[in-house]
């Protein structure tokens, strides 16, 4: 029986970074990933309306924009799921914020706020090598001289984060080995060298939540459990598919060297049906 929520999972993301009365978590998680680049004090939630909206299923994107004290936008988003164009999705993503900023008069000159996007991916991001982190800025490219800090992508892997608790020696170790291992922990992990983990334990503690907030964690963890489970459905199809051309494959080049029907059939476990159509 789990004790904590699920942060995978839509109510599980935002109960943990997206609510007023636990923004000093976001805070913190921000200043452990940001550390020696920037302290935040504060943080606004933003209307997610201002967002662009993209058709299609959205079932595992869970958005959270939030701005500082001087004014530096934040999206923080948790994705499931692969996606092709996942890079530019993101790049317009926040292009968009910065464009939306010249609406502001005329008086606007080009002051433009820092743009940063977070994103957690609960998938590899196809980069080689696989790391966990993948920070990019606008730069020189000769000079490799960063260009702008105006826009910002640091995309979290997931999947590339094997440590256990005791290699944890970083507090943004701690945070993803916590986020990515809770719904099989049994209690919150590094509470006595971090102390807004004694809140994070009490805010995703399963019993914390009201009749109301559990009904609506538990259709917001179905829709996750579901979307894992077609995911992994197609990935075993896949797999399958691409079995059974390669077992094609051997057995067009075994009828090309002359083998009968049936000792290909036998070998390759494919109809003589199927054989003889090759």
């Known amino acids: 029986m789990e004790r904590f929520i699920n942060p995978f999972s839509d ?3 935002k109960r943990i970074f997206g609510q007023e009365d636990t923004k000093d978590l976001l805070i913190d998680f921000l200043n452990d990933l940001l550390v020696n680049e920037r302290i935040i004090t504060d943080i606004t939630f933003m209307d997610k309306e201002i967002l662009p909206v993209f058709k299609g299923f959205r079932g595992a994107i869970y958005d959270i924009y939030c701005t500082d004290s001087n004014g530096t936008n934040f999206i ?27 609406s502001a008069g005329g008086e606007w000159h080009f002051d433009v706020k820092a743009v940063y996007g977070v994103f957690f991916m609960n998938f590899r991001l196809n980069s ?93 963890i179905k829709v996750y459990r579901d979307y894992v489970n077609t995911i992994d459905s197609a990935k075993k199809e896949g797999r399958k598919e691409g079995e059974e051309n390669k077992q094609i494959e051997i057995a067009r080049k075994m009828k090309a060297e002359g083998l009968s029907v049936g000792v290909i059939a036998r070998l390759t476990d494919l109809s003589m049906d199927a054989i003889e159509k090759l």
């Open 11 to 13: 109510v599980g993301f």
């Open 76 to 102: 923080v988003e948790m994705q499931n799921g692969y996606q092709t164009y996942f890079r530019e999705r993101a790049l317009f993503y926040l292009s968009h914020i910065i464009t939306r900023q010249g």
């Open 128 to 220: 080689i090598p696989h790391k966990l982190r993948t920070n990019v800025i606008l730069a020189d490219r000769e000079t490799h001289e960063q260009f702008s800090d105006k826009l910002r992508f640091i995309f979290i892997e997931l999947p590339s984060f094997t440590k256990q608790e005791d290699e944890c020696d970083t507090n943004f170790d701690k945070w993803i080995y916590t986020l990515k291992n809770m719904e099989i922990l049994k209690s919150i992990p590094f509470k006595d060298h971090k102390k807004v983990f004694k809140k994070l334990e009490k805010t995703v503690d399963l019993a914390s939540l009201d009749t109301e907030e559990r009904e609506r964690y538990d259709e917001s």
